[in-house]
């Protein structure tokens, strides 16, 4: 089963599940919250393998694994789709903290680099 259909189909089975109520209990509410901690598991996962795709292909040609131009569109973009009640500074600081894991792994993987020498590059 490939990861795209692994989300898929944690995302039915999320859904198949009835809302907790407010008389549940807390129970319910963490199956809830544990099963979404996978979904989310899997995307992270799922957009570390591609940013690292991307990291082969910079390899390739030669390019910087940190292009802060990048980083700001992407930053500017899950801003732009934020419904809430996660606040944008809240948003952003996850985001950052993602594209920070993200840029290691691949200096890491394409670069040979040690993880503490991940800070992003000046200029």
Same mark, same amino acid.
């Given at each position: 089963?490939? /990861? *795209? &259909? %692994? @989300?898929?189909?944690?995302?039915? !089975? #999320?859904?198949?599940?009835?809302?907790?109520? =407010?008389?549940?209990?807390?129970?319910?509410?963490?199956? /809830? *919250? &544990? %099963? @979404?901690?996978?979904?989310?598991? !899997? #995307?992270?996962?799922?957009?570390?393998?591609? =940013?690292?795709?991307?990291?082969?292909?910079?390899?390739?040609?030669?390019?910087? @694994?940190?292009?802060?131009?990048? !980083?700001?569109?992407?930053?500017?973009?899950?801003?732009?789709?934020?419904?809430?009640?996660?606040?944008?500074?809240?948003?952003?600081?996850?985001?950052?903290?993602?594209?920070?894991?993200?840029?290691?792994?691949?200096?890491?993987?394409?670069?040979?680099?040690?993880?503490?020498?991940?800070?992003?590059?000046?200029?």
């Amino acid at each position: 089963m490939s /990861r *795209i &259909d %692994r @989300i898929i189909s944690l995302l039915q !089975e #999320l859904e198949a599940l009835p809302a907790p109520t =407010a008389d549940a209990g807390i129970g319910a509410w963490r199956e /809830r *919250i &544990d %099963r @979404i901690d996978r979904i989310v598991l !899997e #995307l992270l996962n799922e957009r570390s393998h591609s =940013a690292n795709e991307i990291g082969h292909v910079k390899q390739q040609l030669g390019l910087p @694994i940190y292009v802060p131009e990048r !980083e700001h569109q992407v930053l500017d973009g899950v801003l732009h789709h934020n419904p809430g009640p996660l606040e944008d500074a809240a948003v952003r600081r996850l985001f950052e903290r993602i594209i920070d894991e993200t840029r290691s792994l691949e200096r890491r993987r394409y670069q040979n680099r040690p993880p503490d020498d991940d800070a992003p590059a000046e200029g």
